[in-house]
């Protein structure tokens, strides 16, 4: 088993369902989950905001609890909501087969785009395999859009990395912000937060002073100078630090000529920038799905880096 | 009131089933003395137990019923056991009320409430009970459960 868990925030259950749920996800064996919170219905957008988890769960109410239709709507409206913002969240509701709710639960999960609905009538080591199963389905897609999206579609690319960079680096990597302008003028594609907690974001810290990291999307086919040139001015010590990641879909031809260019760049700054290809995304989505730490990889890729420089 | 209410806890739903122990056995006066997840184990457990208070789940497989005999049955056998009957369902707790059950609520109550119902059940029961605690654990259910919001359903001792 690995050691990436799969954080689930639960939302609008009952105590005893929430206490419930929450018992038998993290005693189930080899237990993969992590529960990141609980909410009510009001909260949910901010906790998920806040909190980002992978999988999100939401109790509906039943009829005698929800005689004016109230809380089903406001539920509905959260989750469309939510699915909106926040596209990487997996959302599955939970109801009670074979009553009328289990029907509007059906119903809602085409609104708001719910992947599953699940019965609480569930045991603990089925619910487990359920929210795995719809965890490594989320991965298997965004594996999917990778390869299906064309070079060119910098748009495209920006979304698919907004949603995909919390699903690998998160905890490790926090608060990740997009299109970030700086007094400069400088537009930032993704900065986040360095936690400073896994061994690779420590050497980062140490080596180049990096609180943040800031990520630049170019959905090229190979690096350019240019590219690196513009992701180096936006490392700045007084701010980011100085660590950046460039995604850019293939390779180089010839690498030797990659890592003098930066050698070049970024040498007398204590400055450092990773280029990622399409590869290296689907591997850590891979790892990612299998429960390993995808940040293993990229700490493997700066080594790398850092003996061929 | 007495040191230790012991509890045994049926119901074939495991969500709930696990919610409502874990609920129960964070309490240092509560122990939950087994758990039966078959409606046909429910009368031989409590023979075998012998607790103070059954919290028993309404609706097994689908059936409305399943219960209503078990209740009456453990009622004129066990007088002295406490039935807390929790259910997903509001309209089997007038069943389970009429069926001798010393209270009921869906399951939506809040974990005080669970909590007060079962400490309200065992106070209308037990020999150690002086007189005036059963109305004082009543009230606090009763002021509690009026606190909570929406509308949960809860039939008290």
Partial sequence: ?309 | MHSEIRILLAGDQTISREGIQRILESESDMAIVGTVETSLEVIPQVRAKNPDVLVLDLKWHGDDEAMDDVIAQLRRDYPKIAIVCLTVYEHLIPRAKAAGATCAATKDISKNEVLGLVRAAYASVSPDVGPGELEKARSALEHLHSLEKGNMMISLP
């Fill in chain 1, 1 to 309: 088993m690995g050691n990436a868990p799969i954080s689930v925030l639960l939302a609008n259950l009952p105590d005893i369902y929430l206490t419930g749920i929450s018992n038998l996800l993290l005693n189930v064996e080899h237990s993969p989950f992590r529960i990141v919170g609980s909410t009510s219905l009001d909260n949910v957008m901010e906790r998920v905001r806040e909190l980002r988890p992978h999988l999100l769960l939401v109790g509906l109410p039943r009829k005698g609890v929800d005689v004016e239709g109230m809380i089903i709507e406001r539920a509905e409206k959260a989750m469309v909501g939510i699915r909106k913002q926040f596209r990487e969240v997996v959302i599955a509701v939970f109801a009670i087969p074979g009553v009328e709710e289990y029907q509007e639960a059906l119903a809602i999960t085409k609104k708001a785009e719910v992947e599953d609905v699940l019965s609480l009538e569930m045991g603990g080591a089925e619910l487990a395999c359920c929210l795995r199963q719809l965890f490594e389905q989320r991965t298997e897609v965004y594996k999917q859009c990778l390869r299906d999206l064309p070079i060119g579609d910098g748009k495209g690319y920006e979304s698919f990395a907004e949603e995909v960079l919390p699903l690998l680096f998160k905890p490790h990597f926090s608060r990740f912000r997009s299109q970030v302008r700086r007094g400069s003028g400088d537009r930032l594609d993704f900065v986040c937060r360095n936690e400073g907690q896994h061994s690779f974001c420590k050497t980062i810290l140490r080596a180049h002073g990096a609180r943040y990291v800031v990520f630049e999307t170019k959905n090229e086919a190979m690096p350019k100078v240019a590219h690196l040139r513009q992701l180096a001015a936006f490392l700045t010590p007084a701010t980011t630090g100085r660590f950046g990641i460039l995604l850019v879909r293939q390779p180089p031809r010839q690498l030797q000529t990659l890592f003098k260019r930066l050698g070049d760049l970024l040498r007398d700054d204590k400055k450092m920038i990773i280029v990622l290809y399409d590869d290296d995304v689907l591997e850590m989505l891979d790892m990612r799905m299998r429960l390993l730490e995808p940040m293993s990889h990229l700490e493997e890729r700066y080594d790398y880096y850092m003996m061929h420089m």
